[in-house]
């Protein structure tokens, strides 16, 4: 059979006009889902990524609002736009943009947004709440993950995910989500020996790591899912991911292509949860 190129974009269209749809119905009730996206420094990919946010709330109708701050504020500034944001009845989500630079402590940062207004769930009551099974919200990139595998009708139930990469952003929420929608799943990272053998045993195989070419076509049993969320640049500025995905796609039964992905994914799921916290203030 052939490979299945999956296309990311589409699906997020798809999703994206869902989502235009219950905005819609939002405002009918007089709700409007605001989102407060705040950028510190001139960390070039952070601006790039601010700007598909607030481009793709403007197409469904959320409102956006961006902070910037220079690289010289101070913590303080930042909590205190936080405690605001936290009690302004407007805003529905806040999301900090990370990384921060170096001098800002980012835990204590995320750790001051009102866990329910965290639509990225990176706050520790939101990560604790996932891990047990009663979510709040997904994280982005492993919600958009398991969009991907259910849209196109890929059941994980019974089958063996192997994850490479810990992240708390991707590989370590997205083990959890896998478990606990009854995948077996082994989360592999930087020492972890004997990677391809683990890899070979994944009907699912998910590559986290920003390694340009570490998943290589023996690394992948005959007829598996591959999954690359890697972003990265090769030494002529291409957009490429973690995977050989030339080689591997002649073995895979499905693959994520990079660009064209996950990346697509991650940011409609971060309007799901928007609009979500929206509904659940109403
Ligand atoms: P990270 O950069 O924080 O950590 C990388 C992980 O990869 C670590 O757990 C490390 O142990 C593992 N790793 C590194 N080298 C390895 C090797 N040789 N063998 C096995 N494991 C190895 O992780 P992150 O923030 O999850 O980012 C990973 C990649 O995913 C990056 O390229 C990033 O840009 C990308 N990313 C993409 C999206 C998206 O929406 N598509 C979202 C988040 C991150």
Redo the contacts with the bound molecule.
């Keep these: 059979m052939p490979v299945k190129i999956i296309d990311g974009k589409r699906i997020a269209k798809k999703i994206k006009a869902e989502l235009k749809n219950e905005v819609l119905n939002l405002k009918k009730k007089g709700v409007i889902p605001e989102l407060a996206v705040i950028l510190v420094g001139e960390n070039p990919s952070s601006k790039i990524y601010v700007k598909n946010k607030e481009k793709a709330c403007q197409e469904i109708g959320i409102i956006s609002k961006v902070y910037t701050f220079g690289k010289n504020v101070v913590q303080k500034d930042i909590l205190s736009l936080i405690f605001r944001l936290n009690r302004d009845k407007k805003i529905n989500g806040i999301l900090v943009q990370l990384p921060l630079p170096k001098k800002f402590d980012t835990k204590r940062i995320i750790n001051m947004i009102d866990p329910e207004k965290d639509v990225d769930c990176f706050h520790p009551e939101n990560v604790g709440r996932l891990f047990l099974g009663f979510p709040r919200f997904f994280p982005c990139?492993p919600a958009g993950i398991m969009e991907i595998l259910s849209r196109n009708n890929l059941k994980i139930a019974g089958k063996n995910m192997v994850i490479?990469?810990?992240?708390n952003?991707?590989?370590k929420p997205l083990a959890v989500m896998a478990t606990n929608a009854d995948a077996t799943v082994t989360l592999?990272?930087?020492k972890?020996k004997k990677?391809k053998e683990k890899c070979l045993w994944a009907d699912i195989l998910v590559s986290?790591?920003?390694?340009i070419g570490?998943i290589k076509a023996d690394m992948v049993k005959q007829g598996a899912i591959v999954i690359d969320?890697?972003?990265?640049y090769n030494k002529s500025g291409k957009l490429t991911g973690d995977v050989d995905f030339e080689r591997v796609k002649r073995k895979a039964m499905a693959i994520t292509p990079v660009p064209g992905g996950?990346?697509p994914m991650?940011i409609a799921m971060l309007l799901k949860n928007t609009i979500k916290a929206a509904k659940d203030n109403i």
């Design positions: 990139t490479v990469g810990r992240s952003v991707v590989g592999a990272h930087s972890t990677l986290a790591t920003g390694k570490l969320v890697g972003i990265n996950v990346g991650t």
